[in-house]
């Protein structure tokens, strides 16, 4: 019985809250090594479309490369960082702080945008990072999914988490 109404509930498209927001495609990755950041947004604010995209990027997260997307302006916000970071065979003191896509996304259509990070060793497994995004719309409105769960909380207790990404242990 159980499973049918699970069934059923997936067919009417009840995703279960957080799952409809901006999300990450890949929610766990290892530190120590290079992750591929795909902020997925399903939808705009109401009936908007979405106009901006912005990203910022978390403190032990460097070596951050947007992929650029066709009829959209990437606009980075660099600065230096709180330490020195291992990176592969070098350190690194500064670099991107924030990620921004500036377009038109039609509340119509589903779009990804993508970032290529490395994560350092300075974060700790079994924690979650977040990466708190703002989306601007035509019309002023805005989604700031920036909310981060607190402990014993989940992104489904929040109206606008942040796109969180599960640590896991050095491979
Ligand atoms: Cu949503």
């Known amino acids: 019985m159980r499973h049918i109404l699970l069934a059923l509930a997936a067919f009417a498209g009840f995703t279960g809250g957080a799952q409809a927001h901006v999300t990450l495609a890949q929610s766990e990755a290892p530190v120590g ?15 908007s479309p979405t106009l901006k995209v ?5 403190d032990g997260v460097v070596g951050v490369k947007p992929m650029p997307k066709a009829g959209w302006q990437i606009d980075l916000v ?16 500064e670099g991107v702080k924030e990620v921004s896509w500036t377009g038109n996304l039609p509340n119509d259509y589903y ?3 993508v970032i290529s990070v490395y994560l ?3 974060l700790a497994p079994g924690r979650m990072l977040y990466f708190p995004v703002v989306q601007e719309c035509e019309g002023g409105g805005a989604h700031r999914w920036i909310e981060i769960p607190t402990s014993g909380k989940s992104a489904a207790d929040y109206k606008e988490p942040a796109p969180g990404l599960k640590l896991l242990p050095k491979q």
């Open 33 to 47: 090594t290079s992750y591929r950041a795909t902020f997925r947004v399903p939808h705009g604010c109401g009936d």
């Open 54 to 58: 912005r990203v910022r990027i978390p």
């Open 78 to 93: 660099k600065g230096s960082y709180d330490k020195s970071y291992a990176m592969y065979h070098s350190n690194v003191t």
């Open 111 to 113: 779009e990804e945008f």
């Open 120 to 122: 350092t060793d300075d």
